[in-house]
């Protein structure tokens, strides 16, 4: 499979180059830049350059973040780093000391910048890490394996990286290793143990009003995942022979859900370019832009989480393990935590991030809190309008009573 992707996209590759600088040559100064046909061939010659699947991180592009009246320039760190993972800062020069927060990213087929909206507004008030995952496939093979237990330790070093008094803030699919990295802790009284957890819209227990996402992961044996869906990573990347869930058909399976949808945005760039809308044109350009940047999953991570948290639903029915160690959530007793989900996800429906609650069954009820933001689906919850005004706010609030 990997393969033969790998083979289109080279047979593409002068056709893309020639686009490009087709476009350039249709918007030259010696053309009339009135002249219809020539704004329809660089038009159709930008969504054809739009469609492209690239497999590089996109810059945060994160330079200043507006707060409390004043404009902070924002200073971008790596704070450590692992072959799978790099832990980067950032925060407001010349601001005041503030709260600290990890933002976990989910490892489902894109960069942790999808994030970026959730990360600029977590800054205006605290001083925020993210787990900036690396595409797999230029992860060698001596690096090792990176499987769900993996994924969970990362957040545990991260959280000792960033010292005690650090909140989690965990979007989507992470929820879970967010929640059995924070019971592994307090069990153990560590340090570095959170004093927050928020859980947004993440499959703690799938059972709960399954979706067709759910409803996928379950129609077929674990087998069948493994045998049609995993790839070897071809030899002329740094991660060669790296077994993976392509990032590829990740992103296929998601437009596919939305097929309508993402057609109907396609035809609404091409027409806003050649009607000279730019503004509306740029929006759906820079969503693109980063929809289809791809990042290849392990195979052990993509096989083991569809089948512990999908299909046989591991950590609701206490039988979760890390490292061969039952995780506990009950054992969670200092660390407040917030549920939110979104009214029309339908992706993570509502009660399943919800049922986190119930798991960290000795948290007293003062430490916990679950809102359901109306009239949003799942990527509401964290991004946009209502996330930045209505679902922020909460956070902040969580996040200043815990410190």
Sequence with gaps: ???????????????????????????DAMLDPGWLPARQLSAAGRVFELAQITHSRPDWDIKHVDSGGERWPVAEEVVTATPFATLRRFR?????????????????????????????????????????????????L?????GLDEYTQHLIDFLAAMGPGANVVAVCQPCVSALCATALMA??????????????????????????V????????????????????????????RRVYPGFV????????????????????????????????????????????????????????VERVFQTYDLPRGQMKFKGRRVNPAAIRRTALLTVEGERDDICAVGQTLAAQDLASSLKLY????????????????????????????IRHVVAVSG
């Excluded at 809102?371 to 922020?392: L, M």
């Design 1 to 27: 499979m990997y393969p033969a992707y790998q083979a289109h996209a080279d047979l593409l590759w002068p056709l893309r180059a020639a686009t490009r600088l087709s476009v350039n040559f249709l918007q």
């Design 92 to 140: 407001r020069e010349g601001a005041p000391a503030s709260p600290k927060v990890l933002l976990v990213a989910p490892m489902s087929g894109h960069f942790a910048t999808l994030l970026r909206d959730t990360a600029r507004t977590l800054l205006q008030d605290h001083d925020v890490h993210v787990t900036d995952w690396h595409n797999v496939r230029d992860v060698p």
């Design 142 to 146: 001596s690096a090792g394996r990176f």
């Design 187 to 212: 069990e153990e009284d560590h340090p570095a143990t959170p004093a927050s957890l928020t859980l947004m819209a993440g499959p703690i227990d799938c059972r709960i009003s399954p979706t067709e």
């Design 214 to 241: 759910n409803k996928l992961a379950t129609s077929k044996p674990i087998e069948w995942f493994r045998k049609h869906l995993i790839s070897h990573v071809p030899w002329r990347h740094r991660g060669a022979g």
């Design 250 to 305: 990740q992103l296929s399976a998601f437009m596919s859900m939305n097929r309508d949808r993402h057609a109907n945005a396609f035809k609404d760039y091409y027409r806003n370019l050649v009607t000279e809308q730019f503004p509306k044109a740029e929006v759906t350009r820079r969503f693109y832009e980063e929809y289809m940047a791809v990042s290849d999953l392990s195979a052990d991570f993509y096989l083991e989480t």
């Design 367 to 394: 430490m916990r809190t679950h809102y359901i933001q109306p009239n949003v689906g799942h990527y509401g919850v964290f991004s946009g309008r209502r996330w930045q005004h209505q679902v922020y706010p909460l």
